[in-house]
Structure formats: C-alpha cells, structure tokens
C-alpha cells in the first residue's frame, strides 16, 4: 500500500471505450499525480476478449425490448486480466465495482474508505446494461454518482478515480485542501473569495479582511452551517443526531 511514504492505489478499469480516460490520466491533479507514481491505471476493453470474428460484446435482451444487453464472457475474461494484473503489481486483488444508478450513493466517506485501498476494478456498463449473471458472480458493490441516467459508466468512474485521488497523501499542493472541502465534517464548504476586495459593487467580508484567525475560523463555520442548512438540510440533521459542539449549535443559532 505505501511507497516509501506515499500511499499508492492501482485502479483498473473494465470499458468499452478505454480512451475517455484520458481525461483523468492526461489533464489536472489526478494527471500530475499518476505522473508521480501516486496511483496507477489499467485500462481493458472487454472487445479485446472476445471469441469470434465481429468481436461482440452484446447482444439482445431475453424477453424482448429495446437495446443491447452487455456479454457475461468478455467481461468475465475482462476482470480475470484485470485481477492477474493486479495480483503481480500489488500482490493483492482489489474488490469489483459496478458503476450503476440501480448502486448505493457515492459519498464522501466511501470515498475515503476507497483512498486506503491498494487497488479497486471499476467496471463500465454501457446500453441496457449488463447481464445480471455476471453481476451477481463477479462484481461486489455496486456505487451510482446521482439518480439519473448516463450513456456509459465511463463518466462515472472517473468521477470515482478523480475523487479518491484528491485523498491521496501528496496529491494535493496544499495538505489540508482535502481536509477543508465540502462534506469532509458534513457540512458543505463555506464561501470563498479572491482579489479584488470589491466585484460588481459586492466587497469581501469584514471577517476575511480582518487578519484575526479565531475570528476567520469562526467566520467560516457560521457559514457552512448556514449553507448546508439552506441547501443541504439532510446533511444537517445527520450532523445534528451525530453531534453538534455547543459552539456549532450558537452559531447555526
């Protein structure tokens, strides 16, 4: 799991379409840090495990209906690569996820749970689906990002990737980035503000400009209650049955 002091996860990734990812391995902190050894990505494209000549990969549901259904096979032969792969570069084989929007919710904490692991495969359904076999024979959890539908599990896993990596030890410039964000103590983030002190007539608050830390610090917490009250009241709650500090619970006041 560490390299020297540096914590490293190995991802690999079952998808039709194995080029989008470059968006995750060709651009911002989740590049830079792959370039720093602090993760590692494998990439299969389950057409390259197939059997017959046309290389398919999907065919009609049983029952009738519109679209294609994903082969168990390719995929299969898929995850066993992606395993064998694992197991000589980690020594271990990480746990199977399908990103679907039938799966549990993607938060912050599974998130975190993710960033300590040595390696996870992330599988990509595409069109109806995938047949519910090899879910149920190969995959152990399925995550979703959002009630709605994409066109693939591609944006969806990198979503995941991009997220985790953000955890890393090292992958960010500033340490406490990652523990200042929104949800990391279930609030969402309080607001931000850069030069100049004045935009379109709205200045930055006294509190910010005051160069008093405790009162900044303070600042900042009001702020995030008061955000997460008026446009996340659940995560709110949830902070409140877990336990608000005497001071959370004046400053919500």
């Not at 992330?122 to 024979?137: F, I, K, P």
Request: with cysteine; proline share 4%; charged share 25%.
């Amino acid at each position: 799991m560490w390299a020297g002091a540096r914590q490293v996860i190995r991802f690999d990734v079952v998808s039709l379409f194995p080029e989008t990812f470059a968006a995750v391995a060709d651009s911002g902190i989740s590049s830079r840090s792959l370039a720093r050894g602090l993760w590692q990505l494998g990439l299969w494209n389950p057409r390259d495990f197939t059997q017959d000549t046309y290389r398919t990969v999907d065919d009609r549901p049983y029952g009738g209906g519109p679209g294609m259904v994903l082969l168990a096979e390719p995929l299969a032969r898929a995850l066993d690569a992606a395993a064998a792969a694992q197991s000589a570069a980690r020594g271990t084989v990480g746990k199977v996820i399908y990103l679907s929007p039938q799966g549990r919710r993607l938060d912050h904490a599974t998130v975190v749970e993710l960033a300590g692991r040595e390696a996870v495969t992330l599988l990509c359904g595409r069109y109806e689906g995938v047949d519910e076999r090899l879910l149920l024979q190969r995959v152990d959890e399925e995550l979703s990002i959002g009630d709605f539908v994409l066109s693939g599990g591609e944006i969806a896993a990198m979503a995941l990737i991009d997220a985790v990596v953000r955890q890393l030890p090292g992958a960010l410039g500033d340490a406490e980035s990652a523990a200042e964000e929104s949800f990391v103590n279930g609030l969402l983030d309080c607001p931000q503000y850069t030069r100049p002190e004045v935009v379109g007539g709205e200045r930055v608050p006294e509190a910010l400009l005051s160069g008093h830390h405790e009162n900044i610090r303070r600042w900042r917490l009001k702020q995030a209650l008061g955000r997460t009250w008026l446009r996340r009241p659940e995560l709110l709650a949830a902070r409140r049955l877990s336990g608000m500090s005497e001071e959370e619970r004046a400053l919500l006041e």
